[in-house]
């Protein structure tokens, strides 16, 4: 087992060393960095203030001299790859990059990165002017809360679900369930969510929820049992959207589970012995059919931490790491962008060996030390 961990433990090196890789280059030819941003508020700024003095309006010399100021004392076009550079000082824009330390070669700046982050040191943001540790840290506990909540739920209700499915295999219960498990695995959280604001959240019809945010504006006033009633309140809608996409394979999985166990030869055995069939399959098939569903746990959080808050977050402004990351990849903020993949990827994968180590724990039939990877 130790050899095997071990093993395990130097993949990730390389794994992760070829998603910065690759993620690195690719954001590297997406058009709009975070130069072309600061240059797009710039040149913003001047067409304004080159509009306030009537130079914009009007070809007189004084317009003109105005908007020189205003690009500071560019008078001729800068030619430059990047878009927004039009009129603006050189010597600005180069002053720029180097700023965002983007005047270095690609594969420098890489190297520096990942020297970085080998220490966990992810640098500043560049348009928040706080460490991203920091920044991580403080929406860290939106996404964990949101995660933990939709994780329990999604257990809570698929694992006794998809018993019963599998003890009713065949019957109508078994059919209208599957049928309703379709439907709400095919509606995408985020379009669920979205039926759920306009119908519950004063979009069309009442306002039984909050629209956004994770506790009410006078939150600090309110007593100790207050503040978990409005923090539950406001959970209602975005779990219920992360829930109704989440169980479905997990319900399908603790069936076919259960399925294949309730057919193996010890459960005929114990039948034949007199065994009470609630006996059977709680104390037999209950065990070992929940191997893989229990042992599945980490990466069902991780899936759900990740990814399925994502959206959920963008829509009901809850403060987390969804958010923090969207907002940075429209801003092309890369201190945040790539530490956000280099942290999740390396959980990721810390998780899928944490999975490993819960099937042997379960099983100690299970022996990884066989194995080549």
């Known amino acids: ?15 992760l060393f070829g998603i910065m890789l690759i993620n690195f280059f690719v954001i590297q ?3 709009g ?36 100021q205003a690009t500071g004392g560019a008078s001729t076009s800068v030619t430059s790859k990047y878009r927004g550079a039009r009129g603006l000082d050189p010597d600005l824009v180069r002053e720029i990059e180097a700023m965002y330390g983007l005047d270095k070669p690609l594969h420098v700046r890489f190297v520096d990165m990942i020297r970085s982050y080998l220490t966990f040191d992810f640098g500043d943001s560049f348009f928040q ?17 949101l995660g933990l909540w939709t994780t329990f739920l999604v257990y ?5 679900l ?40 004063g979009g069309r019809y009442v306002s039984w929820f909050p629209l956004r945010g994770l506790t009410s504006e006078n939150w600090a006033d309110l007593s100790a049992m207050s503040k978990v009633v409005d923090y539950l309140w406001h959970l209602v809608l975005p779990i219920i ?25 010890y459960v005929m055995t114990a039948r034949a012995k007199g065994l009470s069939e609630r006996r059977v399959l709680y104390g037999h098939v209950f065990r070992n059919a929940m191997l893989i569903v229990i042992a599945g746990f980490p990466g069902a959080f991780i899936s759900i931490f990740f990814s399925g808050s994502l959206l959920i ?23 945040i962008m790539f530490a956000s993949l280099y942290f999740f990827s390396l959980l990721g994968l810390v998780m899928g060996i944490v999975s490993d180590l819960m099937y042997a724990f379960i099983d100690p039939r299970i022996d990884f030390a066989s194995r080549e990877v």
């Open 1 to 15: 087992m130790l050899a095997y961990i071990i093993r395990r433990l130097i993949l990730i090196v390389p794994t």
């Open 29 to 31: 030819i997406v058009p």
């Open 33 to 68: 960095g975070p130069v072309e941003q600061l240059l797009a508020e710039l040149s913003g700024e001047a067409i304004e203030a080159t509009a306030r003095f009537g130079g914009a309006a009007s070809d007189d010399p004084m317009g003109r001299q105005t908007q020189e």
């Open 129 to 145: 002017d706080r460490p991203v540790v920091d920044l991580v840290l403080d929406k860290m506990p939106v996404s964990i809360s």
């Open 156 to 160: 809570l209700i698929s694992i006794p």
């Open 162 to 201: 998809g018993i019963s499915k599998a003890v009713r295999d065949g019957t109508r219960f078994d059919v209208t369930t599957s049928s309703v498990i379709t439907v709400g695995y095919a509606i995408p959280s985020f379009l669920f969510a979205l039926i759920l604001i306009i119908l519950f959240a």
């Open 241 to 265: 959207a992360m829930v109704i996409g989440g169980f479905a394979t997990l319900t399908l999985l603790t069936k076919n589970s259960f399925l294949e166990q309730i057919g193996m030869q």
């Open 313 to 335: 977050e963008v829509i009901f402004s809850l403060d987390g790491l969804g958010l923090l990351g969207y907002e940075a990849a429209i801003k092309r903020d890369y201190p």
